[in-house]
T-cell receptor, first 113, second 117 residues
């Protein structure tokens, strides 16, 4: 079993829809959670990060962490065609020596006109 | 500052040849990471440096792989005797670390896409 599970999709939604992307994890040591966006043949781009349970909002994006359920989500409001990309969740223990990131497989999102 | 840069962006090589990739991190970042990403998968950790010291290597990093960061600035990743299974995107990331050991978020470069024929 992988430490981080993420539905690979693809997920297709119409423009303006609310998108929900999710990851589950099994390692209780993970304390630091990130979402990256990756366009085809490009490097991952950091969207959001959070250390704690609860919600964090940034523009059209909301990151949600539930440590008790080992479940994290990214919501995208008013989705746009330019949001079409692969979304990767990533996490790590919050320590100075173990900062390598463990990624999910990524969910491919297609926002259609 | 233009972010993390990687060169070359693409490399095609024949099986058995050696290849070397370069990563230039964001200038004030003292941590540098290498990841490998294959099609349809998320990036997988290979190794990381704090300044010039290589602090951790993944089991994915076989003896054919070697990474260096000689002056604590840019880094190189060399693959000797390449195999077709080495075909992947090699990603470099950098981050800073506070005096109290708090790791800040990692910023990725565009990657080097390696194709071994």
């Amino acid at each position: 079993q992988k430490e981080v599970e993420q539905d690979p999709g693809p997920l297709s939604v119409p423009e303006g829809a609310i998108v929900s992307l999710n990851c589950t994890y099994s390692n209780s040591a993970f304390q630091y959670f990130m979402w990256y966006r990756q366009y085809s043949r490009k490097g991952p781009e950091l969207l959001m990060y959070t250390y704690s349970s609860g919600n964090k909002e940034d523009g059209r994006f909301t990151a949600q962490v539930d440590k008790s359920s080992k479940y994290i989500s990214l919501f995208i409001r008013d989705s746009q065609p330019s949001d079409s990309a692969t979304y990767l969740c990533a996490m790590s223990p919050l320590t100075g020596t173990a900062s390598k990131l463990t990624f999910g497989t990524g969910t491919r999102l297609q926002v259609t006109l | 500052d233009t972010g993390v840069s990687q060169n070359p962006r693409h490399k095609i090589t024949k099986r058995g040849q050696n290849v070397t990739f370069r990563c230039d991190p964001i200038s004030e970042h003292n941590r540098l990471y290498w990841y490998r990403q294959t099609l349809g998968q998320g990036p997988e950790f290979l190794t990381y440096f704090q300044n010039e010291a290589q602090l951790e290597k993944s089991r994915l990093l076989s003896d054919r792989f070697s990474a260096e960061r000689p002056k604590g600035s840019f880094s190189t990743l060399e693959i000797q005797r390449t195999e077709q299974g080495d075909s992947a995107m090699y990603l470099c990331a950098s981050s800073s670390i506070s005096n109290r050991g708090l790791i800040y978020e990692q910023y990725f470069g565009p990657g080097t896409r390696l194709t071994v024929t």
